[in-house]
């Protein structure tokens, strides 16, 4: 294991950022309407080989390839595990779960990571999102607390009820306090583990 620490951006080739993910699917419909519901992205073009999708000025943001027989993967099959979209704020992120639970959409965990504070939503085909809102404002900020070392004891996070971050929010407490690392942090995620639970809490299953 090595100590958790953010480096400083090298030289030579790197991407400027991601471009898009592409799904495969037997059920496009079901998909580009989920996505353009919890994501809040719009269609760019329809095709019978191809769907494009994108929230901003993008060409697309996200593709998806409508293919007859496609089965959804499982939980143990290799392979992507989630991706991940930063939201600007709490109260944007809490406002989004009224909404997407006003519409029947609930997230399937809601956690404090130390790093960020996330909620996780499956799409019909079970691939899973993760909306962000990350903890601190600098990557100094960040190494400080890993020079805690209480990353290295738990980088999984804390399991933490959004009705109970909406309500913290929604009372105007101030986000840079609710973003703090859970007080619970070091001691979770040995518990879990004592508790033979630890691959229930990353799949969420």
């Known amino acids: 294991m090595t100590k958790a620490h953010v480096p400083q951006a090298r030289g030579g080739f790197r991407p400027a950022e991601y471009a898009h993910i ?20 719009q269609v760019v073009m329809r095709h019978p080989l191809i769907i494009f999708l994108t929230w901003d000025e993008s060409q697309d943001r996200m593709a998806i390839l409508p293919t007859q027989g496609a089965v959804p993967s499982t939980r143990k099959t290799t392979g992507m595990d989630h991706a991940a979209f930063e939201v600007g704020s709490l109260k944007e992120l809490t406002g989004h ?3 997407l639970k006003a519409k029947g959409f609930v997230p399937v965990r809601c956690v ?39 990353f290295e004891v738990n980088p999984l996070g804390v399991y933490i ?9 929604e009372s105007g407490e101030p986000e840079s ?9 070091a001691e979770f995620l ?4 004592s508790s033979g639970l630890e ?7």
């Open 22 to 41: 592409v799904l495969r699917t037997a059920q496009p419909d079901a998909l580009v309407d989920w996505y353009c519901t919890v994501l809040g992205m």
């Open 112 to 150: 404090n990571h130390g790093v960020a504070t996330s909620l996780y939503y499956r799409d019909p085909d079970d691939n899973e999102i993760e909306l962000s809102v990350g903890a601190f404002k600098s990557a100094a900020e960040l190494n400080t607390w890993f020079s805690t070392g209480l």
């Open 97 to 99: 779960y009224r909404d």
């Open 199 to 205: 691959d229930t809490w990353v799949r969420g299953n």
């Open 161 to 169: 009820d959004p009705e109970a971050l909406c309500a913290r929010v």
């Open 190 to 193: 040995a518990e879990l583990m």
């Open 177 to 185: 306090e609710i973003l703090k690392p859970h007080p619970r942090h």
